[in-house]
DNA sequence: CGTTACACCTGAGGGC
DNA sequence: TGCCCTCAGGTGTAAC
């Protein structure tokens, strides 16, 4: 699901909803793997704090609450954050591309994939965390822990540095596409970006890691910077499940390349596009285009 | 270190 | 219509 743009449009549209507001109420589904921290201390936790930050760190989003401790949120696959609005109700509860029914209800129904629900002070609406999936996960930090989650990630994705890739690939044998997954590396890349940036760069995702020159590795950082930024700016990639929070889809899916066009002529040299798999992921390339 | 397999879940879509 | 299979923007673990 979600990578870095799809994490960062829900970011932007759902801080607003979220930033400045007093929690009052914490609606769960039962304990289950999704939350780290059990849904009962959860709302011990979480009810009468107010929210002063709302951030992004690769794919996790973290909110900062008024006694310095914070939510960790991460969308795993399926994972959806939105709120109650007529809007949200749209894509949520229809087959995507069925006609709107907009006499249909003003709120959203919360189902048995509405695993986290948060009521506030004030007349605005409430904010759930959906997860059809569960691969999502909630965890409460106190305040001046941290988390291994978070400590493991590298440097944010947008910000990628063929300097810091170049350092990061000597010596590590290991298929450069399965290397751009690792969160450790930078942090936010995920399978739709990391085949993006590299039919970009013009680099096979087969190639061994460290048998990139820097002059690749740059070219690799600038294409990767450039698809994630791009795809922020159209809302992210609808795909399959992904929609951005106020229930539309996100446009970058339009502008792929390569990820999920397996036979399809290539937009540069109209040669088909390959797909194998790597690290037990899909992984689509121009077998002419990149080397 | 690296690769592979599997595990955690649900739902959509294809083939028969 | 049902059944069985494969697939999906992720992450974590264990075995070799």
Redesign the pocket.
Known sequence: ???LP?VETTRRSIAPHLVGRRITQVTTTRA??FFLTPPRELEQRLTGRRIAQLTRR??YLLAELDDGSSLLL?L??TGQLFTASARSVRLLNA?RGAALQPEAQDTFAPDL?THLILDFDDAGERVLFRD????GKVLWIPAGKSDP?LS?LGVDALTASGDVLFERTR?????VK?LL?D?GVFAGV???YADESLFRAGVRPTRAANKLSKKECDKLCVGLVQVLTRSIETG???????VRPDGSDGGYQNERKVY?REHEPCSACGTAIKRIVL????THYCPHCQK
């Open positions: 699901m979600p990578e799809e289950s793997y690769g794919k991460h795993g696959m087959t994939h059809v999936r569960k691969f989650r493991k010596g590590r044998k290991i298929n399965t997954l969160q995920g399978n739709i992210g990639s609808s795909i399959s499940d992904y999920a690290g037990a992921r899909s």
